[in-house]
């Protein structure tokens, strides 16, 4: 993989001093084909799919159902399970609010959510509607398969669904989904996965992975804000009622009835976000023509430069495991006797080194160990380099030691 050659794509990153950029975990940089492809749409065929016959309503039709087909070649997916959404967040909400639950029903997840897919089991939970039990980790915050296998035979009947993340936000952790689907459905149960950290750093095939549903956001990947894909298998997206009815959802309508159209199109009411779909034709493109194996592989010795450099100083705890492999892209650090915060500002200014600082919205992970503080995160994606690396270490050495 040529990182200079990919940086060169990059308007943030051909500016004469660039800013060394690692909050990828939160959102990643465009490149220019993704912004053209937007610019394109509302320069130049400004229309709605699937409704006017005219050359420009024809041309976006067509647009929208040849990204359908990359999307889903993109993750190993036939194009009739993808589903265009505004983000995981939309994807896992429709999942939530479409399932017909039953009075018992029993939802499974980690204990280091992202709020995303914590909040809407805790909602269903508090209207009596499931009740949700959290899956406890190993010390290192690695997932506990025996545990989970605990989790799901003393649910029993009453299991219905596990929602889980394939790599956490919170640590780059990466949880084994082909043994836990394997386990979910030997319960009967479905399997839902927040990808939203995994689909942009790593080889993903649904087929391999055995989920019902996938979800993830594409401005974690290249693309616009506003898109998300909410990938379900036949069978499983047949279970869901649409969230968002109307528009062109349906076959027909009447005062008596309506009849839902069949495939993605009936999750997608109302117009689409058709420049974003231009953008995430424009971002899968280029990820497509990338080896998703040499990104990852890539992201892991990065990291492993930014774990070993800040670990051994005095008061820094690396959440998560200690080898940088097993976090993927992210190291999460909790800082004693430094506000993260200031940490984070002093980063920028003196540095130009753009990271995140907080919580992550993984409020639940900290509050359960009783940390107000949160915690700073450096995330590392395609474009980021060895020199990078060494000038966050060198910075963040400077800045703790002469704060204390």
């Keep these: 993989m040529d990182v200079q050659a990919l940086r060169e794509q990059f308007p943030t990153l051909r500016a004469d001093e660039p800013l060394t950029y690692l909050d990828n975990a939160c959102v990643t940089l465009r490149p220019d084909s993704v912004i053209n492809a937007i610019l394109d749409y509302y320069t130049k065929q400004p229309a709605c799919a699937g409704r006017s016959p005219h050359r420009w309503g024809t041309a976006v039709t067509q647009m929208v159902s040849r990204t359908r087909r990359k999307v889903g070649r993109f993750i190993g997916a036939q194009p009739s399970g993808v589903v265009f959404m505004r983000n995981t967040t939309e994807a896992i909400n429709q999942v939530a609010s479409g399932i017909d639950w039953r009075d018992g029903d029993i939802v499974l997840t980690s204990d280091r959510e992202h709020n995303s897919n914590l909040v809407p089991w805790l909602q269903l939970e508090r209207r009596g509607v499931i009740e949700h039990r959290p899956v406890p980790s190993l010390p290192d915050n690695s997932f506990d398969i025996e545990a989970f296998a605990d989790a799901c035979a003393d649910a029993g009947e009453r299991l219905r669904l596990v929602s889980l993340p394939q790599v956490g936000n919170l640590d780059g952790v990466e949880i084994p989904i082909g043994e836990v689907a394997a386990i979910t459905h030997d319960h009967g149960a479905r399997l839902l996965v927040d990808a939203a950290q995994s689909v942009p750093h ?42 968002t009815a109307g528009g062109d959802t349906v076959v027909d309508a009447s005062f008596s009835g309506f009849e839902f159209r069949a495939g993605p199109e009936r999750f997608e009411g109302g117009i689409g976000n058709y420049a974003g779909i231009a953008g995430t034709e424009a971002a899968i493109d280029l990820l497509s023509g990338l080896d998703m194996g040499e990104v990852q592989l890539h992201e892991q010795r990065l990291n492993r430069i930014i774990g070993d450099g800040i670990s051994g100083i005095e008061g820094i705890e690396v959440i998560g495991p200690q080898d940088a492999a097993a976090r993927g892209g992210v190291t999460d650090v909790l800082v004693d006797g430094c506000d993260v915060h200031d940490l984070a500002i002093l980063l920028d ?56």
């Excluded at 989920?211 to 290249?222: E, I, N, P, R, T």
């Excluded at 616009?224 to 279970?239: K, Q, R, T, V």
């Excluded at 753009?354 to 995330?379: E, I, K, M």
């Design 202 to 243: 790593m080889p993903v095939d649904v087929k391999k992975l055995g989920c019902d549903w996938l979800a993830f956001s594409m401005h974690k990947m290249l693309g616009p804000s506003g898109m998300g894909i909410l990938w379900g298998s036949d069978d499983a997206l047949d279970e869901l009622e649409p969230r």
């Design 349 to 404: 200014e003196a540095g130009g080194i753009l990271v995140r600082s907080g919580f992550h919205c993984v409020n639940s992970w900290f509050n359960a160990r009783g940390l107000d503080t949160g915690s700073l995160r450096s995330s590392l994606y395609l474009y980021n380099t060895e020199a990078e690396c060494r000038h966050f270490v060198d910075t963040f050495t400077e800045i703790v030691n002469a704060i204390r």
